[in-house]
């Protein structure tokens, strides 16, 4: 009887046992989707796409095939191309090169089964002019459920086809594990009248908590200020909204909005461009300076100003020097307002107790890396480059930029790395050399994206930009580019373009001691008020 017994048993899951693997196998089967290739509204091929962690990814030999373009490995390097469009993409990088514009990636390319894959929001933003401009020609993938099975919601198959977004180009990535929350529920499609929050970035001290809120897209959140109370709307925003100080801000949504709760002295906005961030300080302690008109009465008047420590370092570094001069255009050269305005700097941050160290005081030559070198030599709180800016003949541009390193936020920001990367060999400039190590720079930083340093880094320039545009300095923008003098740098560094030479007017002004003096007065402001909130 017992073996009767066994062998039913045996006989019952050699039935069963075939049945779970079936339906492992659709299990499994559920993540692979089938993905329509259109060029307008005609479809012209099809392929398969792996659904991993809630992303779709597209094998990039297959896209080539189905757009009919040639595809070559080189090292870390895959380049697809044919004669309207090269797509240059890098293992491991958060960008990639279409024709000569940069663009940033959704996710950093991964390899699935042995072949190199990209996700599909990036693979739209980077082929959908494939085939030409024209409306008929546009490339889009379209992806739709293959098979059905019991693992996919009904809501899920309800979304079929999915039309992934190939025209919103973005220009700084979300945090990882960040997906984006609409405020408008139940739409299928993305909403192109709601604005987009990608990031929300806290900074708190006694005296202040600042909020930057990283900004994608065309449409600009509306903020509305009322007692105790903002309110931003008509915006999409991220999972993690929570508020990283709770005891003094508190963030709840009320109507599709998200709202910042407290009992603040005052708050004050800032909205930023390239890329695009609003910026919200909420001061708490009334000891802290109101912003004024004139930068230099808040430096050298207000003996209010609650300073940072004395064992603070900043390192300044005036650009260029001997026998390479940077820039030269209307009869001043860069080097020369460089050095001035660094000299003018060291002298208002040392009446304030900082102590500064320069890279170079006099007319001399360093190279890049020797810069940062000695930033982090002194273990600096904070390194300063200076520069003057200045456009090819025909071109022209005023105004004061702010550059931190990470991908660049648009191609003048990317030739304006590459000159300024630029370093003699045996007394003449190798641009060849420089633009090859731009290039490796740019490979490089998309496993940088997420470092605390580039961080730290952007709220050094967002405070520098806040100091320059309440002093009344021509505040242009803050920007990012792949800046060598930089890439060394231990601590928060940023990079000052304080005008263009090239412009007739702007080039007077920066040769003039009284307005270096302002530049210095407003940065010296900008980095105290940076280290006091550390």
């Not at 019952?12 to 089938?34: E, M, Q, R, T």
């Not at 170079?360 to 300063?384: M, Q």
């Amino acid at each position: 009887m017992l073996d009767l017994a066994r062998l039913k048993n045996i006989k019952l899951w050699s039935f069963l046992l075939p049945l779970f693997l079936l339906i492992a196998s659709i299990a499994n089967a559920s993540d692979l989707y089938k993905v329509y290739c259109y060029a307008g509204e005609n479809r012209i091929g099809e392929l398969s796409a792996n659904k991993i962690d809630s992303i779709y990814w597209l094998q990039l030999n297959n896209v080539a095939q189905i757009l009919n373009m040639r595809i070559n490995s080189v090292g870390d390097e895959v380049v697809i191309s044919n004669n309207s469009l090269t797509v240059n993409i890098v293992r491991n990088a958060s960008a990639a090169r279409v024709g000569s514009m940069l663009v940033s990636l959704i996710e950093i390319p991964r390899e699935i089964d042995g072949a190199l894959c990209l996700d599909e929001r990036s693979i739209n933003n980077l082929f959908q002019r494939a085939l030409g401009k024209k409306p008929e020609d546009i490339i889009s993938f379209r992806m739709e459920y293959d098979s059905p099975s019991s693992s996919v919601s009904s809501n899920e198959k309800s979304k079929e086809p999915i039309l992934f977004s190939g025209h919103s180009v973005r220009q700084e990535r979300p945090a990882e594990n960040n997906e984006l929350v609409s405020v408008t529920p139940g739409k299928n499609k993305p909403n192109e009248a709601l604005a987009e929050i990608s990031e929300i970035r806290w900074s708190v001290t006694q005296q202040k908590v600042r909020v930057v809120l990283a900004c994608v897209g065309n449409r600009e959140p509306v903020l509305k200020e009322e007692k105790d109370k903002i309110i931003i709307s008509s915006t999409i925003f991220p999972n993690d909204t929570k508020s990283q100080a709770e005891s003094m801000i508190q963030t709840k949504y009320e109507n599709g909005s998200l709202v910042f709760t407290g009992k603040w002295l005052r708050a004050e906005t800032i909205q930023l461009v390239n890329p695009k961030r609003i910026l919200i300080e909420f001061i708490f302690d009334d000891k802290a300076p109101q912003a004024k008109t004139e930068i230099d009465q808040n430096v050298k008047a207000n003996s209010n100003v609650n300073v940072p420590s004395k064992n603070s370092i900043v390192v300044l570094d005036p650009g260029h020097g001997g026998q390479d001069p940077g820039a030269v255009a209307n009869g001043v050269r860069e080097k020369d307002i460089n050095l001035a305005v660094a000299l003018k700097l060291e002298s208002s941050l040392k009446s304030k107790g900082i102590r500064v160290e320069l890279t170079r005081k006099t007319d001399v030559y360093l190279k890049l890396d020797e810069r940062t070198a000695i930033a982090n030599k002194h273990n600096a709180d904070v390194f300063v480059s200076i520069h003057a800016n200045a456009l090819p003949r025909g071109k022209s541009a005023r105004g004061f930029e702010i550059y931190l390193m990470a991908l660049p936020t648009d191609k003048d920001a990317l030739e304006l790395a590459k000159f300024e990367n630029r370093e003699l060999v045996d007394g003449k400039t190798n641009a060849a050399a420089s633009d090859r190590k731009t290039q490796l720079l740019l490979s490089i930083l998309g496993d940088m994206q997420q470092n605390h340093k580039i961080i730290e880094s952007t709220d050094l320039a967002e405070v520098l930009y806040k100091a320059g545009n309440q002093s009344g300095l021509p505040m242009k923008r803050v920007a990012q580019a792949p800046f060598f003098v930089l890439r060394g740098a231990a601590m928060p560094a940023v990079l000052l373009e304080t005008g263009f030479i090239t412009d007739k007017d702007e080039a007077k002004l920066l040769s003039h001691s009284g307005y270096q003096q302002k530049i210095a007065d407003a940065m010296a402001l900008g980095i105290i008020n940076y280290l006091r909130g550390k």
